[in-house]
């Protein structure tokens, strides 16, 4: 009796995570060829602070930086340990590794290209007190942070066990929701520039890309 060759795999398991790729790091080359040239986008950052400055509402201002908050490592990092711990008694070690591996990932090559362009943080328009000191502004690590992490939460739901393509998008649109408000919060309150969270989020696009080819949804769910 011949025997079968096992199924070739679906298109569904690789084309998403290559135009996620392809998307965002064109996004984010883009977007960091404008700010170093100083294009049109630079030029929207220096009249969009003063304008949401002036027109900030101060009550909006406390939950803007809270929700900015998600990005940071006082909640990253229990949330990554907690996360971790979960994976690791279930025996989870491909998903194991995709986390820690997607959260360290993160980190490093958003503090890389901080360094590589050294762009000033912004510190006139600003509604929230840090240390004008920390870093550098370009691209934003509390937007790529919030939103890898997220993706990851949202790719790990998928992967563990076997969704309807309805829930999939819900989840998925759900990661990109995070990663807005946290983006928009961070422009609100000043503390980043448009071009700053454009960038994450072209970045932590182009970086979950990499990560949905390595941990693709449970099997039966490959269907688009």
Not at 7 to 30: C, H, K, Q, V
Not at 37 to 42: E, F, I, S, V
Not at 91 to 120: D, E, V
Request: net charge positive; charged share 10%; proline share 8%.
């Amino acid at each position: 009796m011949p025997t079968s060759s096992p199924p070739s795999r679906p298109t569904a398991t690789w084309l998403p995570p290559i135009l996620m790729l392809l998307a965002g790091a064109a996004a984010f080359i883009a977007i960091a060829a404008d700010v170093t040239h100083h294009g049109r986008l630079a030029q929207a950052d220096a009249a969009l602070a003063p304008y949401l400055h002036a027109h900030a509402n101060p009550w909006l201002v406390l939950p803007a930086s809270a929700c900015s908050g998600l990005g940071d490592f006082s909640i990253l990092v229990p949330l990554a340990l907690v996360v971790g711990i979960w994976l690791f008694r279930r025996r989870q070690w491909r998903a194991l590794a995709t986390w820690s591996a997607g959260l360290i990932g993160a980190s490093l090559l958003c503090g890389t290209l901080k360094n590589y362009f050294a762009i000033p943080r912004p510190s006139r328009f600003t509604l929230y007190t840090f240390d004008l000191d920390r870093g550098y502004t370009f691209p934003s690590g509390h937007t790529m942070g919030a939103f890898v992490a997220a993706g990851l939460l949202a790719l790990l739901w998928m992967h563990l066990k076997p969704r309807p393509r309805a829930h999939r998008l819900a989840a998925a649109a759900l990661a990109a929701l995070t990663g807005l408000l946290v983006a928009a919060a961070l422009l609100y309150i000043g503390v980043h520039y448009l071009s700053d969270v454009l960038a994450a989020l072209a970045l932590s696009l182009a970086w979950l890309g990499i990560l949905r080819w390595m941990l693709p949804p449970a099997r039966s769910e490959y269907r688009l």
